[in-house]
């Protein structure tokens, strides 16, 4: 009875595991898709598209444009770097 259970448990976490594997991919790949748009003009490139992800990952948002537009997401918006300075781009 407890092989069973077992792996009855084991099954189930396998499927509830690989649906959040999906989701979280298919954020990843929405923040990788908007991030480039919003870096597309930026002279740092790089260093636009590591904050620009972090900040995109964390909010689940991202504002449209190059620059500006920082009402429509107040989390992109209200993130601060270590000295105070905003850290999405």
Partial sequence: MT???L?????????????????????????NSKCAVRCSKAGRKDRCLEYCGICCG???CILSGTYGNKDECPCYRDMKNSKGQP???
Avoid: E, I, N
């Fill in 7 to 31: 792996a009855t448990f084991l099954l189930v976490a396998l499927l509830l595991g690989s649906s959040s594997f999906d989701s979280t991919m298919a954020g990843s790949r929405f923040c």
């Fill in 87 to 89: 850290k999405c781009p």
């Fill in 58 to 60: 964390k909010c689940h």
């Fill in 3 to 5: 092989k069973l259970a």
